[in-house]
Each structure stands twice: as C-alpha cells, then as structure tokens.
C-alpha cells in the first residue's frame, strides 16, 4: 500500500471485490493492472482520478 503523504494517510481511491471482499488502494504509481477478470485503468489527475474496468475474461474474449 502506498500512503498519499508524510502524515500516513491512506489514499483516497479504493477498488473493492465484492467477490472476494478484498480491498485494493490505487496509488499514484499504479496505472493500468488486473483484478481477477477485470482490466483496471487509472488516469491519475490533478485533483481527481479516472478509473476504467474492462471485463475480459480468460477465454471468452474471442
């Protein structure tokens, strides 16, 4: 996990699974990743972040 600060707090934007239930912080490093079946995408702003989710799934995307 990547703090957004010298104070130690957490980042602002979260992915969760609802599947899984597990909790995923998006820091200003990560840009483009995978979660399970889903491609994430994050265009990192000033003052906002844009989160893209494409599903793709192995094997059913011919």
């Known amino acids: 996990m990547e703090w957004s600060d ?3 707090r957490l980042p602002e934007v979260f992915i969760v699974d609802f599947a899984t239930n597990e909790l995923y912080a998006i820091g ?3 840009v483009g990743f995978w979660i399970r079946d889903f ?3 994050v265009d ?3 003052n906002e972040e ?3 989710a494409i599903y793709a ?3 059913k995307m011919e």
């Open 6 to 8: 010298e104070n130690g």
């Open 28 to 30: 200003n490093h990560r």
């Open 39 to 41: 491609w994430i995408r």
């Open 44 to 46: 990192h702003k000033e």
């Open 50 to 52: 844009e989160i893209m």
């Open 57 to 59: 799934p192995e094997g």
